[in-house]
């Protein structure tokens, strides 16, 4: 397995981590004999970083990533490393009410994480939205209390944009910065990657695949579960499914030309933006998993680049990443 080192500060990882929300939530019913075998299949593989979040179906990803762990074999538990996002509100049937940022409640949250995974520390912890009611600096120094007393290995941060990545930066050392990142949603580049960069950040980035929308699996056709939030995702919507699929189809014969699938391709090129970014991909299945891993092998050259630029150039998805209300959410969008 290729790695990667998460910034200046933060750990060495596997060159892909696996994102864990799709096994719990959000993306339709889930299987969980799948998933743990997903997971047994990833830690077998080298993949070391596990991306989790406290509110991922209500704490069923951390005991999850537990049962996992405790089932794998003691070299590759061991090796895992986890990533935990905290501070979302939820509801009882399942809603979001906002994010909690103040430091008694940070604490609270990774003392409840910390019993569900069933370790002693958390590798990156991180507060998955900016409370807005709680200046970043606080919430970053009750983090940093965390690291003081050993509960937490590296402080991380997730969709913030460049002002409050300089705010948090001055407080304590940042390992990454999580951000939505793929060939569909580029707007780190314009300042949020450079700032990024300048302080010595690295960057895990999720949505490699758009949620599957440029994985090349998606049809036009294919209908979405009542429980899968990708009904309400303005990309998946009407006339801007069908123009983003086309983009899609423009990448799928760069793949092709290539003798690769489109998700390696979509993967390949995140992985070429540089080795401080390490993408997280969404596998929920072996198969998935699989795919995603063959992309560790395709090396794109500069005509290969070149012909994906013309293919899905920056800007041309149509629709928000989020819905409006969760968009305002969204510090990295100010």
Known sequence: MQTRTLGTTGP?????????????????????????????????????LLDTGDFYGMGHNELLISEALRTAPAAAR????????????????????????????????????????????????????????????????????????????????????????????????????QIEYSLISRGIEEAILPTARELGIGVSAYGVLSRGLISGHFSRDRKLAANDFRGMSPRFQGENLDRNLDLVDALRKIAEQKGVSVAQTAIAWVLSRGEDIVPLVGARRRDRLTEALGALDVTLDSDDLSAIERAVPPGAAAGDRYPTDQMAHLDSER
């Open 12 to 48: 060495q990882t596997s060159a892909l981590g696996l994102g864990c929300m799709g096994m719990s939530a959000l993306y339709g019913d889930t299987d969980r004999s799948e998933s743990i075998a997903t997971l047994h299949a990833a830690l077998d593989a080298g993949v070391t």
């Open 78 to 177: 061991e090796k895992a490393q986890i990533s935990v996002k905290f501070g979302a509100l939820r509801t009882v049937e399942g809603g979001f009410t906002g994010y909690d940022g103040r430091p008694n409640a940070v604490k609270n949250f990774a003392a409840y994480s910390l019993q569900r995974l069933g370790t002693d520390h958390i590798d990156i912890y991180r507060i998955a939205r900016v409370d807005p009611d709680v200046p970043i600096e606080e919430t970053v120094g009750a983090i940093a209390e965390l690291v003081e007393a050993g509960h937490v290995r590296h402080i991380g941060l997730s969709e913030v944009g460049a002002e409050t990545l300089r705010r948090a930066a001055a407080v304590a050392p940042i390992s990454d910065l």
